[in-house]
């Protein structure tokens, strides 16, 4: 079976379909490095994961819906925000989603929807090029503004990581350690998106099963930054990590990456995103057999942890035993696909 993902000529589209509908995919993210500081305009790196949210719009209906439902800002905030950003015309979208990256657990389930459905409405806005290209720089943007729009705060290393697909470094000022991909702004804001190599890490991921607001965490340390210079320096150390990484990175250097997770998650516990559902899962997974490092994952205040192993049946086990739900997974792979429309049934 043709996997509908691949790149075909255009010569191969059926004419006319794209019109009416388009089907686009978008994977979800690991940061694994800088959460929170990235806020700051520090440095941080993160990585696409393996798992993937497709979904499909099509103008063919007399009403906006979502998975046959009227679309409603309670359940639909980010897909209702991307039709209002995005599709400029007056006839209704129906969306159809289809989501394999777990919500609420800091593995970027938001910014994958949001990739996917910006993408999607795009190719059916016609913004493509005659060769059937996408402008990403345009689409990181413009997801970005979605997800802000909707949930108020934050940076655009989500969305920009999903667009990008492999590796990223993001920065407020262009962290100079990667080949530069595109700029992200907003209002005076302004973030640069470099490519970076990542070795194949093989990591797990443990959702403690307390729902982490990234907002709400956000919030929580920009009242930190304001009282305490303690935090301020804590984001500018995990910034520092950051740069520390890379050789590492580069080096395929399990035991430095794994030394830099556990003195991330120290910073972050410092600026108070830790929670003791999460602490407890990183305490049970250290004391594994081949666990390298392990740290918060995300916004934090709940939501996971990312351990650096090289036994993942093990540390799954752990943290199964400790009440999370690990998540192994692969990072890097590709970003945003759009589906070619001839092939999909
Ligand atoms: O909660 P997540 O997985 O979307 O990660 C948020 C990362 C933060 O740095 C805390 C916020 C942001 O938007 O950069």
Redesign the pocket.
């Known amino acids: 079976m043709p996997n509908p993902f691949q790149a075909v000529p255009p010569s191969s589209r059926v004419e006319g379909l794209s019109d009416l509908r388009a089907v686009a995919s978008a994977p979800g993210?690991l940061?694994l490095f800088?959460?929170?500081?990235?806020?700051y305009g520090h440095p941080?790196i993160a990585a696409v994961t393996n798992q993937r949210t497709e979904v499909e719009v099509d103008r063919c209906g007399d009403r906006f819906t979502v998975n046959g439902y009227r679309i409603h800002e309670r359940y639909h905030s980010y897909l209702k925000k991307a039709v209002e950003h995005v599709w400029k015309h007056d006839d209704p979208i129906r969306i159809q989603t289809e989501g394999g990256v777990p919500s609420a657990?800091?593995?970027?389930s938001?910014?994958a929807l949001t990739v996917a459905t910006v993408a999607a409405l795009m190719q059916l806005d016609g913004q493509q090029d005659e060769e059937g290209n996408h402008d990403l720089a345009k689409l990181a943007q413009l997801s970005f503004e979605v997800?802000r729009l909707t949930?108020g705060?934050?940076?655009?290393?989500?969305t920009s990581t999903s667009t990008a697909g492999g590796g990223i470094a993001i920065g407020g000022k262009p962290p100079g350690i990667g080949d530069p991909l595109w700029d992200i702004t907003w209002e005076d804001h302004a973030w640069s998106v470099e490519r970076i190599a990542l070795p194949e890490l093989s990591i797990v991921v443990g959702n403690s099963g307390v729902k982490?607001k990234?907002d709400e965490?956000?919030a929580k340390?920009a009242r930190g930054v304001q009282r305490n210079p303690l935090v301020r320096e804590a984001l500018a150390d995990i910034g520092k990590l950051s740069h520390e990484a890379i050789p590492a990175l580069k080096a395929n250097d399990y035991v430095a990456i794994g030394e830099l997770m556990n003195k991330a998650h120290s910073a972050l516990h410092t600026i108070g995103?830790n929670h003791p559902a999460l602490q407890k899962l990183v305490d049970v997974v250290r004391d594994v057999p081949g666990t390298y490092g392990a740290k918060i994952?995300?916004?934090?205040g709940g939501?996971s942890i990312a351990v650096l192993t090289d036994k993942p049946y093990r540390a799954a086990r752990a943290i199964e035993e400790a009440g999370g739900t690990p998540y192994q997974i692969t990072i890097g792979g590709p970003g945003v696909e759009w589906a070619d429309m001839a092939t999909v049934p």
């Open positions: 993210k940061i800088g959460e929170h500081a990235i806020v941080a657990s800091g593995t970027g938001s910014a997800e949930q705060g934050g940076s655009p290393i989500d982490g990234t965490q956000v340390v995103v994952t995300g916004a934090g939501g």
